[in-house]
């Protein structure tokens, strides 16, 4: 089964811990993950993203980063949010995108499921 993954919450919610190991898991299980998207203050996750790079470096899990949410919320700049500076101070397996990209991930998805507060 492939998941798409919405992460709603920041990084000290249980709800992103769960989002996490949940992905772990469903790997672990042989599932696919298309992608994982942080959209709210889950966009805080790429402030604290040790577990998710890590994950991203060993798994090849897409992380995108709401690029509207970041920006919102000033995880990003505004010379950051467009252009070659996008999402340079992104950690590590990372990427800034829309909610185009959300949408996309759903439709390569057999199940999408949101965590949130």
């Given at each position: 089964m492939?998941?798409?993954?919405?992460?709603?919450?920041?990084?000290d919610s249980p709800a992103s811990l769960s989002a996490l190991r949940f992905v772990e898991a469903a790997?672990?299980?042989?599932?696919?993950?298309?992608?994982?998207?942080?959209y709210h203050d889950g966009v805080y996750c790429?402030?604290?993203p040790d577990d998710w790079s890590r994950l991203a470096l060993e798994k090849r899990i897409?992380?995108?980063v709401?690029?509207?949410?970041?920006?919102?919320?000033?995880?990003?700049?505004?010379?950051?949010?467009?252009?070659?500076?996008a999402g340079?101070?992104?950690?590590?397996?990372?990427?800034?995108?829309g909610l185009g990209m959300w949408m996309d991930a759903c439709?390569?998805?057999?199940?999408?499921?949101?965590?949130?507060?």
């Amino acid at each position: 089964m492939k998941f798409a993954i919405q992460v709603n919450a920041g990084p000290d919610s249980p709800a992103s811990l769960s989002a996490l190991r949940f992905v772990e898991a469903a790997l672990r299980a042989g599932h696919e993950v298309a992608r994982v998207f942080f959209y709210h203050d889950g966009v805080y996750c790429a402030s604290a993203p040790d577990d998710w790079s890590r994950l991203a470096l060993e798994k090849r899990i897409d992380l995108v980063v709401c690029v509207s949410a970041a920006y919102r919320r000033a995880v990003i700049h505004t010379d950051e949010a467009d252009g070659p500076l996008a999402g340079r101070s992104l950690p590590e397996g990372f990427r800034l995108g829309g909610l185009g990209m959300w949408m996309d991930a759903c439709l390569q998805a057999d199940r999408f499921i949101a965590f949130d507060d």
